[in-house]
Each structure stands twice: as structure tokens, then as C-alpha cells.
């Protein structure tokens, strides 16, 4: 698989479960596990931009 296309799938991922963390600290009060889901979330966000980045360039 291209590295363009590890990424983005590898974001998309981690967007998900940045996304499924946050819920779950949002419904049991956990603040931890919450800010945990919205720096997965961004780290998701930053590698997708990464993986389309590398399409552009021909990766």
C-alpha cells in the first residue's frame, strides 16, 4: 500500500477513535479520557493532511 494511503487510513482511524474516546469520557464524567479522545483526534487530523499531502506529490 502507498504511504499516502497508510495515512490517510491510519487518520481516518484515529479521528475515530479520538472521536469514540471523547463520548465515552463525556458519558462516565471522565475529563482524563475525554482530552485523551481529542488529542487522538487531532493526531487523526494531522496524518490524514499528511497522507493527501503525499497524494498530491505522487507518494
Known amino acids: 500500500m502507498k504511504p499516502s494511503?497508510?495515512?490517510k487510513a491510519?487518520?481516518?482511524s484515529n479521528i475515530v477513535k479520538g472521536?469514540?474516546?471523547q463520548a465515552a469520557g463525556k458519558v462516565s464524567g471522565n475529563r482524563n479520557l475525554q482530552a485523551k479522545g481529542q488529542v487522538q483526534e487531532i493526531v487523526g487530523r494531522i496524518q490524514?493532511?499528511?497522507g493527501k499531502e503525499q497524494k498530491k506529490d505522487g507518494y
Open 5 to 7: 494511503t497508510t495515512n
Open 10 to 12: 491510519r487518520g481516518t
Open 19 to 21: 472521536d469514540v474516546k
Open 48 to 50: 490524514r493532511g499528511v
